[in-house]
């Protein structure tokens, strides 16, 4: 499975911004997907989940301003960003998981997209 992030660059406080995330490979519509970003200085952090059934959850610093979604036919993740704060200048990971049968599960991280909120 092959990952790629598309939608970054810069946008002023307020504004809004949508990453898009193309995978490769087959499998995406039993892929658990999902959104990370890790600003400047800072750890990896979830941001907003979808499970291969459309259970959407996002993290508490972006709830009510970024909104996950996922097209099956498309192959495509998507994380509509509104709102968008200084705090959310980061580069934004597309992930994926794939979990089999056993338990067991495998991870696919996309090469990332700059996002910078800046007045």
């Known amino acids: 499975v092959q990952l790629v992030e598309s939608g970054g660059g810069l946008v002023q ?31 990896r952090e979830l941001v907003a989940s979808i499970t291969h059934g459309g ?15 996922r097209d099956n036919a498309k192959n495509t993740v998507y994380l509509q960003m509104n709102s968008l704060e200084l705090e959310d200048t980061a580069v934004y990971y597309c992930h994926a998981k794939l979990i089999f049968a056993g338990g067991s599960s495998t991870e696919y991280w996309g090469q990332g997209t700059q996002v910078t909120v800046h007045s």
């Open 55 to 69: 259970i959407t959850d996002t993290a508490d610093p972006v709830k009510g301003r970024f909104t996950v979604s």
């Open 13 to 43: 406080p307020g504004g809004s911004l949508g990453l898009s995330c193309v995978a490769s490979g087959g499998l995406f519509q039993i892929l658990n997907m999902a959104w990370y970003r890790q600003g400047p200085g800072k750890q």
